[in-house]
């Protein structure tokens, strides 16, 4: 799905907007416990797992320009690993996949107050991920850098997400991240801006801009 697809409402503010990171906010990260254990496991540093991993094949696949099993494929051969080891590492990865109870629970509460949108740099697999998980039920849109055609921090993955939730003023949006550079990339384009670091503090500041915007709409 390309810039303007489906899954986008009318246009006129319909309240606030959220827009929240997946990686490192609502899914904490797994990857350096893994990547130690591989690289251990496999006899290498673990950034050279994780650049095996990553490096080169995940911006393109990011945005949706190469297959996810043709990236596999670059993976295993940097690996130099089997098809059954490459596919018990997968099977690995995703399994130490977990979600932030409270923070999903908090973005839950939300219904009715302000529209979420998820907006990641992700690989096609999590889609998936996020429907077993039941995330797409908690949220109202969604913007996947592999189904749009474009990565955070890349402007128009922001302006994406703020159609996608029906909101025309930057400013009565808040995206969360974990990445600073995302966070200043937000800010460029006048939405509000929260650098995730733990749970307790982005649900207090979620809330805060909610309530504000209550107050002033």
């Given at each position: 799905m390309g810039i303007g697809g489906s899954g986008e409402p009318g246009g006129g503010d319909s309240g606030p907007a959220i827009l929240l990171d997946v990686g490192g906010v609502l899914s904490p990260d797994h990857l350096p416990a893994a990547a130690a254990e591989w690289g251990d496991r496999l006899g290498m540093r673990q950034h050279?797992?994780?650049?095996?991993?990553?490096?080169?094949?995940?911006?393109?696949?990011?945005?949706?320009r190469v297959g996810q099993e043709a990236c596999w494929r670059v993976v295993r051969r940097r690996l130099g690993v089997a098809p059954a080891l490459m596919a018990e590492i997968r099977r690995d990865l995703a399994a130490?996949?977990?979600?932030?109870?409270?923070?999903?629970?908090?973005v839950r509460a939300l219904r009715g107050r302000a529209r979420t949108v998820l907006v990641s740099n992700a690989w096609p697999e999590l889609r998936p991920a996020l429907a077993?998980?039941?995330v797409l039920d908690v949220v109202d849109n969604t913007v996947l850098s592999c189904e749009v055609g474009c990565a955070k921090p890349d402007p128009r993955s922001y302006l994406l997400a703020l159609r996608?939730?029906?909101?025309?003023d930057p400013a009565r949006a808040l995206c969360v991240d974990d990445t600073a550079?995302?966070?200043r990339a937000a800010r460029a384009l006048g939405l509000a801006a929260h650098l995730h670091v733990d749970t307790g503090g982005t649900l207090a500041r979620i809330e805060e801009f909610?309530?504000?915007a209550a107050g002033t709409a």
């Open positions: 050279a797992f994780l650049a095996a991993l990553f490096a080169g094949n995940d911006d393109r696949v990011l945005i949706g130490r996949q977990r979600w932030d109870a409270e923070l999903v629970a908090g077993a998980a039941g996608r939730a029906g909101v025309a550079g995302h966070v909610v309530g504000a």
